[in-house]
């Protein structure tokens, strides 16, 4: 059974930092794995799909890393800002899925400082 | 373009009361999938639907029923309400079968009281 964490569960930074946000996963045979956002008490807004051909994807002042074989992505944020405070979340969908299932990470939330 | 749109947006219901939430996908999607958010569990998957077939059922009880229309609307109901069900319901929509990405509406805040 797929199993995904996120490391760390919480994050507190000044405006301007650079960060990088966690995602492992328990079985390496994946479809892909997709990075969202999320406010408080909404829905989920994807921020990059990195196929499991692929390496890295990038969008604007994000980057996201995939190692399949060693089970990890990470989502890089350059220059952080206050309105990149939400929680981040990681999502596989794994190769013995019939169907679109995907399998959560517990999420990161993310604080950026003024 | 339309993103995908959850009615009703919240929701209060009693303990034993049953309730149906509706969800319509972007215009082309026929894969709808539906999640359950909770503080303590997270998002965990409830089912999949394509072409008004379900294709994959997460472990719920089956109280948890879904159905997916020829327009590919999709609604899901829960009978017998319990407090535990109290929850931010989330459906996605995508483009092909194997699910190539998701784009998720803003949720179906339920509470049972």
């Known amino acids: 059974k797929q199993e995904v964490t996120q490391i760390p569960a919480a994050l507190s930074v000044p405006e301007g930092e650079n960060l990088v946000l966690n995602c492992s996963f328990t079985d390496s045979a994946i479809y892909n794995l997709q990075w969202f956002r999320q406010d408080p008490g909404k829905g989920l807004t994807s921020l990059l799909l990195i196929q499991s051909s692929q390496r890295e994807q990038t969008s604007g002042r994000l980057n996201a890393s995939l190692d399949k074989s060693s089970g990890r992505s990470t989502l890089y944020i350059a220059a952080s800002q206050p309105g990149d405070s939400a929680t981040y979340l990681c999502a596989v969908r794994s190769e013995d899925n019939a169907g679109n299932m995907l399998t959560f990470g517990g999420g990161t939330r993310l604080m950026v400082k003024p | ?113």
Not at chain 2, 52 to 57: A, G, P, V
């Open chain 2, 1 to 113: 373009k339309a993103g995908v749109t959850q009615t009703p947006r919240y929701l209060i219901k009693t303990r034993g009361q049953q309730v149906t939430l509706s969800c319509s996908p972007i215009s082309g999607h026929r894969s709808v999938s539906w999640y359950q958010q909770t503080p303590g569990q997270g998002l965990q998957f409830l089912f999949e639907y394509f072409s008004e077939t379900q294709r994959n059922k997460g472990n719920f009880p089956g109280r948890f029923s879904g159905r997916q229309f020829s327009n590919s609307r999709s609604e899901m109901n829960v009978s017998t309400l319990e407090l535990g069900d109290s929850a931010l319901y989330l459906c996605a929509s995508s483009w092909t079968a194997i699910g190539y990405g998701y784009t998720f509406g803003s949720g179906t805040r339920l509470t049972v009281v």
